[in-house]
């Protein structure tokens, strides 16, 4: 039985979102112990930094993959796999030259660290949605045991090493740079960086400009409040806050292992059932977790993280509320993207992120991690809704259709026929 359910894409993504975030629980419980309340912000502060710079230096060019894969019937990989390394080799001697320049600047200095990593693992994630999903599956459960291990070590060794960002930065860059080589060696096909095709860099840079800024505008909504609070905030605030953000990551794998499963088919179909079938389930697994968390919360805080995050909670619930209104943008968003629909997609970002800023401004300095939560929530809400008329709209659905699951829908998740 579980070997079959192991074939099915869904099923292997799902039992590999439960597994990561069963394991990365625990990861986390390390990392934070590890670092404790004062350094748990500057580590979720850099993170969050060096993802955003990742983002305009990769130029969108990721984001374009199932397009032109789509567009071109495949035969894409290699000119994407030489172009990565292009920009790589440049960026990692930018980020060494910056490096030197602020080497004084701790911050500065570990953010270069983590770019060219960074950088060349997303770019290599989003080519392996398409072009081997069950290999980038299975990456993600060797990623997850890496980090569980690697992160336990260090807390283990925290009397003899002391507590210091620089060790989880390094575990980070590393654990990055194997899953580059990996994917690389996997697909037996060599790099070329010398090899430049001047016709297809214009023809996806054409292309790319706006998914990047769209990514970039993901990116915001999800981290200007880390980024807010820093400026504004309290530290400890910061850390909890960031407590919190990081176990509401752990709820935004439930429609990421069905969106991860959505790029590959709506790049080849357009049969609108394996969308709707990713609404109803994620929908549901979320309010279940939802409810788990109101009565365990507390309890699993303190276990994991220490009584010193106990506060997280509350911050947890109230970014919960903006899971349910995410599902949709997560989902849908695929199919807009695929079908190039790229416009809409950037207007309701741009408009959730107007929201998240504007909001974060006002409501950070009287109400603090409390303000950052609800002008999160009500970013999050203002996008998904965008997305779900629009969706109703486009494709003349109605709103039972894409909400509510049925038997079919339970025995497609159990890998049996429909």
Same mark, same amino acid.
């Given at each position: 039985?579980?070997?079959?359910?192991?074939?099915?894409?869904?099923?292997?993504? !799902?039992?590999?979102? !439960?597994?990561?975030?069963?394991?990365?629980?625990?990861?986390?419980?390390?990392?934070?112990?590890?670092?404790?309340?004062?350094?748990?912000?500057?580590?979720?502060?850099?993170?969050?930094?060096?993802?955003?710079?990742?983002?305009?230096?990769?130029?969108?060019?990721?984001?374009?993959?199932?397009?032109?894969?789509?567009?071109?019937?495949?035969?894409?990989?290699?000119?994407?796999? @030489?172009?990565?390394?292009?920009?790589?080799?440049?960026?990692?001697?930018?980020?060494?030259?910056?490096?030197?320049?602020?080497? @004084?600047?701790? @911050?500065?200095?570990?953010?270069?660290?983590?770019?060219?990593?960074?950088?060349?693992?997303?770019?290599?994630?989003?080519?392996?949605?398409?072009? @081997?999903?069950?290999?980038?599956?299975?990456?993600?459960?060797?990623?997850?045991?890496?980090?569980?291990?690697?992160?336990?070590?260090?807390?283990?060794?925290?009397?003899?090493?002391?507590?210091?960002?620089?060790?989880?930065?390094?575990?980070?860059?590393?654990?990055?740079?194997?899953?580059?080589?990996?994917?690389?060696?996997?697909?037996?096909?060599?790099?070329?960086?010398?090899?430049?095709?001047?016709?297809?860099?214009?023809?996806?840079?054409?292309?790319?400009?706006?998914?990047?800024?769209?990514?970039?505008?993901?990116?915001?909504?999800?981290?200007?409040?880390?980024?807010?609070?820093?400026?504004?905030?309290?530290?400890?605030?910061?850390?909890?806050?960031?407590?919190?953000?990081?176990?509401?990551?752990?709820?935004?794998?439930?429609?990421?292992?069905?969106?991860?499963?959505?790029?590959?088919?709506?790049?080849?179909?357009?049969?609108?059932?394996?969308?709707?079938?990713?609404?109803?389930?994620?929908?549901?697994?979320?309010?279940?977790?939802?409810?788990?968390?109101?009565?365990?919360?507390?309890?699993?805080?303190?276990?994991?993280?220490?009584?010193?995050?106990?506060?997280?909670?509350?911050?947890?619930?109230?970014?919960?509320?903006?899971?349910?209104?995410?599902?949709?943008?997560?989902?849908?968003?695929?199919?807009?993207?695929?079908?190039?629909?790229?416009?809409?997609?950037?207007?309701?970002?741009?408009?959730?992120?107007?929201?998240?800023?504007?909001?974060?401004?006002?409501?950070?300095?009287?109400?603090?991690?409390?303000?950052?939560?609800?002008?999160?929530?009500?970013?999050?809400?203002?996008?998904?809704?965008?997305?779900?008329?629009?969706?109703?709209?486009?494709?003349?659905?109605?709103?039972?259709?894409?909400?509510?699951?049925?038997?079919?829908?339970?025995?497609?998740?159990?890998?049996?026929?429909?």
């Amino acid at each position: 039985m579980f070997a079959k359910l192991m074939k099915n894409d869904y099923a292997l993504n !799902i039992f590999n979102k !439960i597994y990561t975030v069963l394991i990365g629980l625990f990861s986390t419980a390390f990392m934070t112990r590890y670092l404790g309340l004062s350094l748990k912000g500057d580590y979720a502060y850099i993170i969050q930094v060096s993802g955003i710079i990742v983002l305009i230096l990769n130029l969108g060019i990721p984001e374009t993959y199932s397009y032109f894969y789509k567009r071109n019937h495949g035969r894409v990989y290699q000119k994407y796999l @030489n172009l990565y390394v292009q920009q790589t080799i440049v960026y990692t001697l930018g980020a060494l030259l910056v490096g030197i320049v602020f080497r @004084n600047n701790q @911050n500065i200095v570990y953010v270069c660290v983590l770019i060219p990593f960074s950088l060349m693992y997303q770019q290599m994630e989003n080519a392996m949605v398409v072009e @081997n999903i069950r290999l980038r599956i299975k990456m993600r459960i060797v990623n997850a045991t890496a980090k569980f291990v690697l992160y336990g070590l260090i807390y283990g060794l925290r009397s003899l090493i002391g507590c210091s960002l620089f060790y989880p930065i390094l575990l980070t860059a590393l654990i990055d740079l194997g899953t580059i080589l990996i994917y690389t060696l996997n697909n037996r096909i060599k790099p070329h960086p010398f090899q430049i095709d001047r016709q297809f860099i214009i023809r996806v840079l054409k292309y790319s400009w706006l998914p990047m800024l769209t990514a970039l505008l993901i990116t915001l909504n999800y981290s200007v409040d880390v980024l807010f609070l820093k400026a504004m905030g309290d530290p400890a605030e910061l850390s909890l806050y960031s407590t919190a953000a990081g176990i509401i990551n752990y709820v935004w794998f439930i429609p990421d292992a069905f969106k991860e499963v959505l790029v590959s088919r709506v790049a080849r179909s357009d049969d609108l059932r394996p969308v709707h079938f990713a609404l109803k389930i994620s929908l549901a697994a979320v309010a279940a977790i939802t409810a788990g968390f109101a009565v365990f919360g507390k309890f699993a805080l303190r276990l994991l993280y220490g009584g010193e995050f106990v506060p997280s909670y509350g911050i947890v619930l109230i970014l919960i509320l903006g899971c349910f209104s995410m599902v949709f943008y997560k989902i849908i968003g695929i199919l807009m993207l695929a079908e190039g629909r790229r416009v809409f997609y950037f207007v309701s970002l741009l408009i959730s992120v107007i929201v998240n800023i504007t909001v974060n401004y006002f409501v950070i300095p009287p109400y603090g991690m409390y303000g950052a939560a609800w002008a999160s929530v009500g970013s999050y809400t203002v996008c998904g809704v965008l997305f779900l008329v629009y969706y109703l709209r486009v494709k003349k659905q109605r709103i039972r259709d894409v909400l509510l699951p049925d038997k079919q829908d339970i025995r497609k998740l159990l890998g049996r026929r429909v």
